[in-house]
Nanobody, 119 residues
Framework: QVQLVESGGGLVQAGGSLRLSCAPS????????IGWYRQAPGKQRELVAT???????NYADSVKGRFTISRDNAKNTGYLQMNSLKPEDTAVYYC?????????????WGQGTQVTVSS
């Protein structure tokens, strides 16, 4: 069984920081494109940031200048560093990634981790 494992969520005051991590349950599996999404109550799931295998990144306008997506290819792990957090950042954050095994990349979603920012 292959899973994406997320960690790093929690409760933080406005202006604080958190770092989310995402990695396959078997870390030797190669991971390709990584995306972070979030979903707040009553809202659609939205794209937060992406990073491809070459390190090229994209960000939603709402998080530019505050969030940084990165990856450690040796560890097959993706990260989302979140600084200057705002109450409107409160959501369940999901990692999405393509993992290579059985001769192909297959897409997986993490279970989600709750981020709550108090005012």
């Amino acid at each position: 069984q292959v899973q994406l494992v997320e960690s790093g969520g929690g409760l933080v005051q406005a202006g604080g920081s958190l770092r989310l991590s995402c990695a396959p349950s078997e870390r030797t599996f190669r991971i390709n494109h990584i995306g972070w999404y979030r979903q707040a109550p009553g809202k659609q799931r939205e794209l937060v940031a992406t990073i491809n295998s070459a390190g090229s990144t994209n960000y939603a306008d709402s998080v530019k200048g505050r969030f940084t997506i990165s990856r450690d290819n040796a560890k097959n792990t993706g990260y989302l560093q979140m600084n200057s957090l705002k109450p409107e950042d409160t959501a369940v954050y999901y990692c999405n990634a393509d993992i290579y095994y059985s001769y192909s990349f297959r897409n997986y979603w993490g279970q989600g981790t709750q981020v709550t920012v108090s005012s």
